[in-house]
């Protein structure tokens, strides 16, 4: 089989860009899905507060993936859905289903594979391993598309998203959420959820806390939680006994590139996803990635901005445009990542810079310099490691040959 | 009525069970958890030492030897993957004095093709190894194996055989009359045998002396380990083993069977004998003890962690003898390290114990029905089987690659999965970086609708460890 382009995730960053390479001429094209239905994460979201950017209304995830969804069909693109890709090579992409092995000859393949949850195991928490622990998203969905209820007292660490989402989740199901511990002094999460999740139930949130002995042999009884010191470290003396059946670990996303990794592609240390150019190209000639597998978005709709960029990105490569030189971006002071992690010249289009600060700031002034030459300047009233930051900059402004740094300065909190 | 029963069904027991069961006799192993290789030998190193550790003279020693001798043929019969990569123990500056005495040790133990290394030729091996490693013994014949698939694959050969298998029975006592073995006694009853293997890891000594038998002690030593992710392209690719201590062959790092590193184990005396908790200090010693080795070792690529009890025999040996106190009484206790090494040899030899107290009459010995690994296939082949079953072609653990045609199978074996743990250790779903993540709930959905049961049954490992807590209520006009 063959097809101009062949998208790997039908989330909404695979949709995204399927809908815009099909609005930019791009014709023959592949979703391929690994779930049995489309949406990916998003099918399990049933909370709103998806598209206030991207369609000014408060939609859950489900209507948020719909709205894609309904277009696919009067496109003509093609889904396959319960269908693994195995592995990708030279541009031939090799997948498995149901009716077998089939394989698609790709003129550009755009990865969206998202992300998955890091474990218990990836962060070392001491203890038994009983039933009862489970990564959030994995509760959320035996909850929300199963129906099924993983424990009635539970103990959530981490504060991201996920965390504060099913906190709540939990206690409307009429589960007893005892607290929710964060490793950090600040949480993760966005602050509508911190309000809406936390305290509008009067879940306690323990900053600076985290769980240090998982207790049980066959079920889980209780954790042990601590809080910790600067360094992260369990102050002795700081222990607190909590008996729960459910612990949820909110402990971190990792983007999902087995298969990028396995092609070679470049990736970023600190995101954990492909290194891009402003229109999502990796280091693989021909191969995009958008969402969640380049970095961990807060807002489903810059996931679907981003895929749009690498729809746009896909379509001109299959026109045979060709980059010429690429310039290096760098995270500077305060910057934990920046993607596009490198410009491919001549910019034709303004840049749409995503990135993350590094510790929460009051009146941050993000700075963009290259060779010694402030570019753009941006004050902002505060920026927060859990909410991604955007920056443009103009086209007209993207130097000819020098790196460009980006910097951000303000008051601590 | 048995001839023969069995407690335990870890890999002691199921070696004796299959070596049993190609004599005509009616066995039963009886076991306290809900599958095989719930305890010791689904948490240990995988290793098949070369037998240079144990002392000289020993049943240790000679069954090591023997036993590692058996693994190519054994599971080649048994389709178990088995590689012998070979292992070193890796000497620092000052501590050659302790790889002369493993040598001097291993020949007279009859340990094929010892050698000591250079530091050139160490580094050629393991171009990862610590800057300061000096000298190593190498061990061609080390190897290493999957103790729960092995255990699986010794059991259920033995159950197509005509073995019986009885979980989530624990056995409480032992009848004996006229210092001869009537039964063993379980809270679901008597079971009759004039012939009883004590197969009981940590707590066979404690049955021993429910029995009235040879009385011995088994100190129950905790390892740790941690296991990181696969794909780490040959970062090790022997077992590599420090110098000993005097109660460990201290922490090493090595390659598992699936692909996997892992580290481990520490050695540390407990007293509670259902303790299986890992601890701060036990992993940070891992991480150490790994690093020491190889100062490279990708620690933040840890996927999981775990721990074992060894159960160590407090006399120093194996104890394999029929008692003389009680008619019928065999003991096979102690077996810690290197007991997954042994464990053919052991088998048979408990075989040789059971022959001097009934008549063995052979009979032939049928194959268990081949285990199919879909990703190892090549493409066509692959195919083929989809259109078979078109399951086959659906993956439920993305990590490990595994369909769920695959794990419909292994609701439906001989000796059949019956808790995710179970599911875990003959599929891999599970097992891999995600931890279940992803696949768990799917694994749940199916075994509910294979066992025909609902989903709030379906536990990790056996009754007590239940996985869900409840259903959601339901609205209106459903």
């Known amino acids: 089989m063959k097809a101009d382009l062949v998208i790997i995730g039908g989330g909404p960053a695979g949709m995204g860009a399927a809908l815009e390479a099909h609005r930019l001429g791009v014709r023959d094209i592949f979703i391929i899905e690994r779930d049995l239905f489309l949406g990916g994460i998003l099918q399990q979201c049933i909370h709103n507060g998806f598209g206030l950017h991207l369609f000014n209304e408060e939609l859950t995830g489900g209507e948020y993936a719909q709205r894609f969804i309904d277009q696919l069909g009067t496109a003509g693109i093609r889904v396959l859905t319960d269908t693994m890709v195995l592995e990708v090579k030279s541009g031939l992409v090799r997948a498995v289903n149901k009716d077998g092995v089939l394989e698609i000859q790709a003129g550009a393949i755009i990865l969206a594979m998202g992300c998955r949850e890091r474990t218990r195991g990836a962060i070392n928490i001491p203890g038994s391993r009983p039933a009862g622990i489970y990564t959030a998203g994995a509760a959320q969905r035996l909850l929300n598309i199963e129906g099924l209820l993983p424990g009635k007292r539970a103990v959530i660490l981490g504060s991201g998203d996920i965390g504060l989402i099913m906190a709540r989740r939990l206690t409307l199901e009429g589960a007893k959420v005892l607290a929710v511990a964060e490793l950090m002094p600040w949480s993760n999460g966005l602050a509508r959820n911190i309000a809406q999740c936390l305290n509008d139930f009067d879940i306690p949130l323990l900053l600076s806390h985290t769980v240090v002995g998982i207790h049980g042999s066959k079920r889980l009884q209780g954790v042990t939680l601590a809080r910790v010191d ?48 402003q229109h999502l190209h990796t280091s693989s000639q021909g191969i995009f990635a958008c969402g969640n597998v380049v970095h961990v978005h807060d807002l489903v709709d810059f996931v ?14 299959l026109q045979n445009s060709r980059p010429r030189s690429w310039l290096a971006v760098n995270p500077g002071e305060n910057i934990s990542y920046v993607v596009p992690q490198r410009l491919t010249l001549p910019a034709q289009e303004d840049i749409t810079f995503l990135l993350r600060v590094k510790k929460p700031l009051k009146n941050p002034i993000f700075s963009v310099t290259a060779g010694g030459v402030e570019l753009i300047k941006k004050q902002r009233l505060v920026a927060r490691p859990a909410e991604m930051a955007e920056l443009k900059l103009p086209a007209a402004k993207v130097p000819a040959n020098s790196e460009i740094t980006i910097d951000c300065r303000g008051e601590e909190q | 009525m048995y001839d023969v029963i069995i407690i335990g069904a870890g890999i002691v027991g199921c070696s004796a069970a299959y070596c049993l069961s190609r004599c005509q006799l009616r066995v039963l192993v009886v076991e306290q958890g809900p599958d095989v290789a719930v305890a010791t030998s689904a948490a240990n190193s995988g290793i098949v030492h070369a037998g240079y550790d144990p002392k000289p003279g020993t049943l240790m020693a000679d069954l090591n030897v023997q036993g590692n001798a058996l693994y190519p043929k054994l599971c080649k019969e048994l389709d178990v993957p088995f590689r012998r990569c070979g292992s070193l123990v890796v000497a620092k500056a000052g501590e050659e004095d302790s790889l002369r005495c493993l040598l001097a040790r291993g020949r007279a133990n009859s340990v094929p093709d010892l050698a000591i290394l250079g530091r050139d030729e160490i580094l050629s091996r393991e171009p990862n190894i610590a800057p300061d490693a000096e000298t190593a013994l190498y061990a061609p014949s080390a190897g290493i194996v999957s103790p729960w698939e092995l255990t699986l694959a010794l059991a259920e050969t033995a159950a197509v055989n005509g073995v019986q298998f009885m979980f989530n029975t624990r056995v409480t006592g032992i009848q004996v009359k006229e210092d001869a073995v009537q039964a063993a006694e379980t809270e679901h009853g008597s079971l009759f045998a004039p012939i009883i293997i004590n197969a009981a890891g940590i707590g066979a000594d404690h049955l021993a002396r429910k029995a009235g038998a040879e009385r011995y002690d088994i100190l129950p030593r905790k390892g740790e380990y941690l296991l990181l992710d696969k794909d780490l392209d040959g970062f090790v690719r022997h077992v590599v083993f420090p110098v000993p201590t005097p109660i460990s062959k201290g922490i090493l790092v090595l390659p598992t069977m699936e692909g996997n590193l892992l580290i481990g184990p520490t050695a540390f005396d407990v007293w509670d004998r259902e303790d299986l908790s890992t601890t701060r200090e036990g992993l940070a010693a891992v991480g150490r003890g790994g690093l020491r080795l190889f100062p490279g070792l990708p620690l933040h690529k840890v996927i999981t962690s775990f721990a074992g009890l060894r159960a160590v025999p407090a006399d120093g040996d194996f104890v394999l003898r029929r008692s003389a106190k009680v008619k019928g009484w065999i003991d096979a206790g102690g077996i810690q390290s290197p007991g997954l ?23 032939v010995q049928l194959q268990r029905p081949p285990v199919r690994r879909l990703r190892e296939l090549p493409l066509a082949e692959r195919q083929e089987w989809i259109e078979r079953n078109p399951l086959y072609g659906r ?30 250790q003959r599929t891999r779903a599970g097992s891999g970086r995600c931890q279940g993540g992803f696949c768990q709930p799917r694994l749940i959905a199916i075994m509910a609708r294979e066992l025909g049961i609902s989903p709030l049954a379906i536990t990790k490992a056996g009754p007590g460890s239940e996985m869900l807590a409840g259903r959601l209520a339901k609205g209106e006009g459903e």
């Open chain 1, 304 to 317: 679907t901005l981003e895929s749009r960029r690498a729809a746009a990105g896909a379509a001109a490569w």
């Open chain 2, 395 to 424: 993956i439920i653990c993305r990590c490990e690659g595994v369909s769920e045609g695959e794990i419909v199978d292994a609701l439906h074996r001989p000796i059949p999965a019956s808790t995710l743990d179970g599911l875990k």
């Open chain 2, 341 to 363: 090494s042994a464990a053919p040899a052991i088998g048979e030899k408990l075989v040789g114990l059971v022959a001097g107290l009934t008549e063995l009459k052979p009979k």
């Open chain 1, 230 to 277: 600067e360094k992260f470290q369990p102050l002795a003396g700081s222990e607190l006994s909590v008996p729960c059946d459910l612990l949820l670990l909110s402990v971190g996303l990792v983007p999902e590139n087995e298969l990028s990794r396995k092609l070679g592609i470049a990736i970023d240390s600190v995101t954990n996803g492909p290194v891009v150019d």
